[in-house]
């Protein structure tokens, strides 16, 4: 699609959007399970949107925890565990299969907003937008003719959009990514303000952790593979949270030989696997061993397997894709 195409389907879904909106005063937003910046940043935006046009608001994550960094956003300590309107309007964001929400949602009307290219439709309404470098950016403009853009909305959003553009420096960021940052700036979003609060703010523990990772560090295909892989004894030792994990990857895609980095964590019953890339489609392989997201940042999880068979498994997938790729480029 291009942007034509893009807002002419966000014109359709828009319309849609409002009529179903009509129909609810109390609105439920969802966000995905192992939370990030993406999914709660989009949720707070459009809640506190909602809220400002007259809706009763909840937003709910299912997680035990969600990231620390993300607590200067507005109504983030107030999101719920659990879903308590009893006939609100659904809203899910950022997440790909209705799975990740981590709740039933049989019976209720769901509006998906979303940017997963392999995203299962499990919405009334799916707004779904691959092209988007994040779902804030496809809530912004969806809403943007709408609604009235506010300060807390601004904030909420451009974090998730620079969250996940790794501080707006993966592949998918182009002009239109910083025609949205600057719109949203000029809405009230600081981003010197915002980069200290979400970016320098680690916890030592999850520094401790950075240091196991990085002395764990393996290579493999001449460079072009790096493996970090985190025991559950680590995790003891440092007391670092599962937000602690969070871009602990970007640091073996940072490698200058490396096109694939691949952290596997074994986290209490489960193992935790995330894959980035430069170039290489790492969503291939997530989708293999049973998971998603995308292109260049893909992951998934897997029970009841020792953490080093899986290892060699995904190493052998990931040498095969790399081969693979290099078949098609010649
Ligand atoms: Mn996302």
Redesign the pocket.
């Known amino acids: 699609m291009n942007q034509e195409e893009q807002e002419e389907y966000l014109s359709v879904c828009r319309d849609k959007f409002v009529k179903i909106l009509d129909d609810y005063e109390s609105v439920t937003v969802l966000t995905h399970i192992n939370p ?1 910046a ?2 709660i940043g ?1 949720a707070l935006g459009l809640a506190s949107l909602l809220r400002e046009n007259g809706k009763r608001v909840e937003v709910v994550n299912v997680s035990a925890n969600i990231p620390k960094n993300l607590d200067f956003l507005e109504g983030y300590e107030k999101i719920k565990k659990r879903v308590e309107y009893k006939n609100s309007l659904l809203i899910s964001c ?1 997440c790909g299969d209705e799975k990740r929400l981590g709740i039933d949602i049989s019976g209720r009307e769901l509006v998906n907003i ?3 290219s392999g995203n299962t439709s499990y919405g009334l309404l799916n707004i779904v937008l691959p092209h988007a470098v ?2 804030s950016e496809v809530a912004y403009r969806l809403i943007k003719p709408i609604i009235k853009m506010n300060k807390s909305a601004a904030e909420a959003f451009y974090t ?1 959009l620079m969250s ?1 553009t790794r501080n707006f420096t993966t592949g998918s960021v182009s002009a239109k990514t910083f025609e949205i940052a600057l719109e949203l700036i000029k809405a009230g979003a600081n981003p010197g303000y915002i980069s200290r609060m979400l970016i320098l703010r680690r916890s030592l523990s999850s520094l401790r952790l950075l240091s196991c990772a990085l002395s764990d560090l393996e290579l493999f295909e001449n460079g072009k593979i790096a493996v970090m892989r985190i025991s559950k004894s680590d995790i003891q030792k440092t007391g670092a949270l599962p937000s602690d994990l969070n871009g602990i990857v970007d640091y073996g895609r940072s490698l200058v030989t490396v096109e694939v980095a691949i952290l596997i964590v074994e986290y209490e019953a489960e193992i935790r696997v995330s894959l980035r890339s430069k170039e290489i489609n790492v969503q291939s392989i997530a989708q293999a061993f049973g998971g998603g997201g ?1 292109i260049n940042a893909s992951g998934f999880t897997k029970k009841g397997i020792d953490m080093n068979e899986l290892c060699k498994e995904i190493i052998k997938l990931t040498k095969f894709e790399i081969n693979r790729e290099k078949v098609y480029k010649i």
């Open positions: 990030d993406d999914t989009t950022d979303d940017h997963h994040s779902a998730a996940d995308h």
